[in-house]
């Protein structure tokens, strides 16, 4: 009987866990020698979704100037209810480049310059979803 009972709240458990959003990938990449990053769709049971991010931030890895919000860049688009149809409308996005200027968003901190061999992590976030990558600036990039 414990063991029917164990497996039933391994069942309850997993089917919260499907109802926690899924994140998805975020890959750092060179457009046209500029920093960007790749937004990757996710694959999804019924249809895919391509992310359409509400805020993005650039974090310096570890401790110190840059690693806490606002970090190196931050913008996003703020939800203002209803009558503001713009964040709903929002488009999916595959590519957003370092410092890139989104319109209708509010940009937190302007893109400032990233030092060579540092380690940095770029997030992006869309209603519940998340997408990360580290990366070090100054090394090469795949292309976007």
């Known amino acids: 009987m ?3 009972a164990a497996l ?37 049971w019924f249809s895919d979704y391509q992310p359409r991010p509400s ?3 650039v974090l310096a890895e570890g401790y110190g100037p840059g690693s806490t919000w606002p970090g190196v860049w931050a913008a996003e688009l703020k939800y203002y209810g209803e009558r503001h149809s713009n964040y709903e409308a929002r488009p999916a996005r595959k590519l957003i480049a370092y410092g890139q200027i989104l319109p209708g968003w509010q940009v937190g901190q302007r893109a400032k310059p990233l030092h060579p061999g540092m380690a940095y992590w770029f997030s992006a976030t869309d209603n519940g979803r998340r997408g990360a990558a580290r990366f070090v600036a100054g090394t090469h990039l795949k292309p976007c």
Do not use: W, Y
């Not at 499907?18 to 769709?41: Q, R």
């Open 2 to 4: 414990k063991r029917i």
């Open 8 to 44: 039933g709240s391994l069942a309850a458990l997993g089917a919260l866990n499907g109802c926690t959003p899924e994140g998805f990938d975020v890959a750092a990449c060179s457009l046209n020698g500029k920093l960007a990053f790749h937004i990757e769709k996710i694959d999804g």
């Open 55 to 57: 805020e993005v931030i």
